[in-house]
């Protein structure tokens, strides 16, 4: 125990003091403030007061009799001013920036015209929905008025439409899916590079023959656990802190409107938390000792990114496995994603952020992992034992299979 204590206090600085993670861990903190910032960048540069568009209403004919000046009430997302204003007068105050469009109504025949003035409407793709039905609307309330009917007579005309979405199914996914694959993308980046770095870190130090004095000093599973657990610690840690910059960032610069419409966070709970971490820890450790066993293949730090390829190719194949099943979170194959070990870490946590995901579920999908972990691990462990010190080419499949094949 102590010298797999010894093991990752070394791996873990070593990891820590890398160029490589320090400017990659400050480089994404970094970007994480600046896109939470963008919203308030967008404005200053615009030098916008306020996040409303300005609108000129004329109605020279006084088509609507005055019932225009109710838009001003309506929550439509514009700051209206209703004015008399000639075209020529409109197209200055546009250039000028004094208002950001106009619309002119105009009366031919037994047709109403809308005329809807832009200073540029290369990137419109016509005339804003909210504003037509508005604007109907208003109107056809304005001619049921004259027709002097009752307040019943009128609710017969114009009922109230309540609309709502429900599922025959006995399962029923809550929650925001955006906030839940963003989750799954963050424990698939967290996990796949902080895995990654046992290869790396295994093959470097074959390349500097430190882990000649390693395998002197202590057995190689012990190097194996060791080496593992310190890059894992350092890895969660900054998750820790990426995931912690990245809710500080929303909750100092965003509106609060904006996050709850963009981010539901209600069902974010400890439980859930404590179940993401153990999935992150377990899925780290699946590919974390695949990856130790590809690094102890390899004598040099170019044939890495081939030898990992496998491991990389099942990462994806996991990941969008979990990602592409949250489109149906109540299906068959989401279930299937949530227990197969490659997937399970990026998709049970999402399965029980949506309320989905039964106590029975999680403990085999976690039983199934462990399984899969003690497997990879006594295959890795033999492998890299016999593997360690070979300095040659790069091993070949049937090489590793002949290896663990021995006695």
């Known amino acids: 125990m102590k010298d797999i204590f010894t093991v990752m206090k070394f791996t873990a600085k070593d990891m820590v003091k890398r160029k490589s993670f320090i400017i990659s861990t400050i480089i994404i903190l970094v970007l994480i403030v600046i896109g939470f ?62 208002v950001d469009s106009a619309i002119i109504i105009e009366k031919q025949e037994n047709d109403i015209k809308i005329r809807y003035i832009v200073e540029d409407m290369t990137m419109m793709e016509g005339v804003p929905e909210n504003l037509i039905n508005t604007i109907n609307g208003l109107y056809s309330n304005m001619q049921i008025s004259k027709l002097g009917l009752t307040e019943a007579e009128l609710q017969s005309i114009t009922p109230n439409f309540e609309f709502s979405l429900e599922q025959t199914k006995e399962e029923k996914a809550n929650g925001n899916i955006f906030a839940m694959m963003l989750m799954s993308i963050v424990l698939f980046y967290a996990i796949y590079f902080c895995a990654y770095q046992v290869s790396s870190s295994i093959t470097t130090e074959k390349t500097s023959k430190i882990m000649e004095t390693l395998v002197t000093s202590t057995k190689p599973r012990t190097i194996v656990l060791g080496k593992t657990i310190g890059i894992g610690i350092v890895g969660l840690v900054q998750m820790i802190i990426i995931v912690g910059t990245a809710l500080i960032s929303a909750k100092c610069f965003l509106d609060e409107e904006l996050i709850n419409a963009v981010l539901d966070i209600s069902n974010i709970t400890w439980y859930l938390g404590i179940i993401t971490i153990i999935y992150f820890v377990l899925g780290y450790f699946t590919y974390s000792l695949l990856y130790a066993l590809t690094g102890s293949t390899v004598s040099k730090p170019e044939d890495i990114q081939s030898a990992n390829t496998p491991v990389a190719i099942l990462a994806v194949i996991g990941f969008y496995l979990s990602y592409f099943t949250m489109m149906n979170p109540t299906s068959d194959l989401n279930l299937f994603a949530a227990i197969f070990p490659i997937s399970s870490p990026f998709c049970m946590p999402f399965r029980i952020m949506m309320g989905l995901a039964t106590g029975t579920e999680v403990a085999i999908s976690i039983a199934v992992l462990i399984v899969t972990i003690l497997i990879i691990a006594k295959v890795a462990i033999k492998i890299y034992s016999s593997a360690i010190l070979n300095y040659g080419t790069k091993m070949s499949f049937r090489d590793i299979v002949n290896m663990y094949k021995d006695k």
């Open 37 to 98: 910032n963008v919203p308030n960048i967008m404005k200053s540069l615009n030098g916008e007061s306020s996040g409303e568009s300005k609108l000129l209403i004329i109605d020279e004919q006084n088509i609507f009799e005055g019932s225009l000046e109710l838009l001003k009430q309506s929550d439509l997302g514009y700051e209206i001013e209703i004015s008399n204003s000639s075209f020529d007068e409109i197209k200055q105050k546009i250039e000028n920036g004094d």
